[in-house]
């Protein structure tokens, strides 16, 4: 796309499958839960994202939490005239992961400008393998902050 043909936000997202958008094509996830201020993605599990024991890379856990609290915005904020940026993310790790886990994220408190969310990640049989929270800045299409 020439630059006289881009959008004004500067992102062309008519090819962008929101069913089943690139960063859960790359996980091969499922969203198996997504309503208002809640999301519940279930993530396989890949030998590539771990670390030499074998278990969950920790920054891989830091993408599954981020996501999944990206997730329960969108739950928020189906439409695509609403725009958000994480701001902090704040990883506690608990327990490795070794298998197929779940990441479910919500939003605790929306304003104006900034959202609080938190998320977990579950082993496959159900413990806390990580918690992490997030503050959200809200902007508009053109990347400044909302009104």
């Known amino acids: 796309m020439s630059d006289t043909n881009r ?17 859960l094509k790359t996980f091969k996830a499922d969203v198996e839960t997504l309503e208002p201020g809640f999301a519940r ?9 771990c670390n030499p ?11 599954f939490l981020d996501e999944v609290m990206g997730y329960a915005m969108i739950g928020s904020h189906p439409k695509l005239d609403t725009l958000w940026t994480t701001t ?6 608990l327990r490795p992961i070794t298998g197929e ?4 994220g919500r939003v605790i408190r929306e304003g104006k400008r900034s959202v609080y969310v938190e998320a977990e990640i579950l082993t496959a049989d159900g413990k806390l393998a990580a918690k992490g929270t997030s ?5 508009r299409r053109d990347g400044e902050l909302a009104e």
């Open 7 to 23: 959008p004004k936000h500067g992102v062309d997202l008519s090819f962008v499958d929101m069913d089943q958008p690139h960063t």
């Open 41 to 49: 993605i279930r993530y396989p599990f890949n030998l590539e994202w």
């Open 53 to 63: 024991r074998g278990s969950l890379q920790g920054g891989m856990f830091a993408v």
């Open 88 to 93: 902090s993310l704040n990883v506690s790790y």
């Open 101 to 104: 886990c779940i990441a479910e």
């Open 135 to 139: 503050t959200m800045m809200i902007l």
